[in-house]
């Protein structure tokens, strides 16, 4: 084994991780990395289930927010029965608790969003009045603003449970992050992977975050080449968009950052839910002062009327 001279490699780590099937193929995918980066050590999972997994019958908006899908992690990494907690990125809370740190955003997978139907080929095909199911308000204030046409439901439960209730009839189409189909292996089921122009992802959508905490230096440390440093720069501007207008899941906000030639390519929008009223700004610039790029593109947004938007909601 080797790390860094000041942090010798680890013998031990445990993983706190939901036990959805998406979540366990999250943390073994970081437990294998972990393995190889350091073959003496013996690599843990703590399967937990959270408030966010439990309740089912009511949109997430309305009972809490992402905060529910991590608490329970967290307090698995306070009472010290783990070590680290895997996450995807856009189920990460905008602010962390202070005694909590994300050192490490691993490379990202596709950040799009996918149209799954068994019946139609794209959401310009389905006739009006046919359902669309989704679990967030911003996909859905883009929905509504683009195709009006269509029903638009609420649909809530792990990855399995969504496709189970398409194939079931309950829904038209469905839309889901491609990047958890991907992973788990359902790639076949996506029928078109929605451009960022007609669904703008989420902040931090596609990526993978590890969370330790912040006092722990030496699992900062050990961390550090599972880092991607293009990822983290986009995640980080479009972390510091959502935060800075108040994102939750009571917000139709999207954030969506890429690289090119070098430079970092920074998207956002806020919507009412209906999409009625819809704000849109975008900024290039340089990587380096990603959160200082996420915070510009809050006060465009704001210029445009987002704060009026903002206190509709409120």
């Not at 669309?132 to 683009?146: C, F, I, N």
Request: hydrophobic fraction near 45%; aromatic fraction near 4%.
């Amino acid at each position: 084994m080797s790390a860094t001279p000041d942090f010798p490699a680890p013998e031990r780590l445990v993983i706190a991780t939901r036990e959805s099937r998406l979540a366990l193929w999250q943390a073994e995918h970081v437990k294998a990395r972990l393995e190889a980066l350091y073959p003496g050590c013996r690599v843990e999972l703590l399967g937990m289930t959270t408030r966010g997994d439990q309740i089912l019958d009511r949109p997430l908006a309305k009972v809490g927010g992402k905060g529910l899908f991590v608490k329970e992690l967290e307090a698995a990494l306070l009472e010290e029965r783990a070590d680290i907690a895997v996450h995807s990125m856009k189920d990460v809370p905008m602010q962390l608790a202070e005694p909590f740190a994300l050192p490490c955003i691993s490379a990202r997978e596709v950040p799009l969003d996918a149209f799954v139907s068994p019946r139609y080929a794209s959401l310009a095909d389905m006739p009006p009045g046919t359902v669309v199911g989704t679990s967030s308000l911003r996909r859905e204030s883009q929905l509504h603003a683009q195709f009006p046409f269509l029903a638009v439901t609420s649909l809530r439960g792990n990855l399995d449970t969504r496709l189970r209730k398409l194939d079931e009839g309950q829904y038209d189409a469905i839309i889901l992050a491609a990047a958890g189909l991907r992973r788990l292996g359902l790639a076949d089921r996506i029928r078109a992977e929605l451009p960022s122009e007609v669904s703008l992802p989420a902040a931090g959508q596609g990526a993978l975050g590890i969370e330790c905490l912040a006092k722990r230096t030496d699992i900062a440390a050990w961390l550090a080449p599972l880092n991607d440093a293009d990822t983290s720069a986009c995640v980080r501007a479009e972390r510091a968009v959502a935060r800075a207008l108040a994102g939750s899941c009571e917000v139709p906000l999207g954030a969506y950052a890429e690289i090119r030639a070098g430079r970092l390519w920074l998207r956002g929008f806020v919507a009412l839910p209906d999409g009625s009223r819809m704000v849109r700004a975008e900024r290039e610039g340089d990587a380096a002062d990603a959160e200082g790029l996420g915070l510009a593109l809050a006060d465009d947004l704001r210029a445009q009327g987002a704060e009026d938007i903002l206190a509709r909601l409120g």
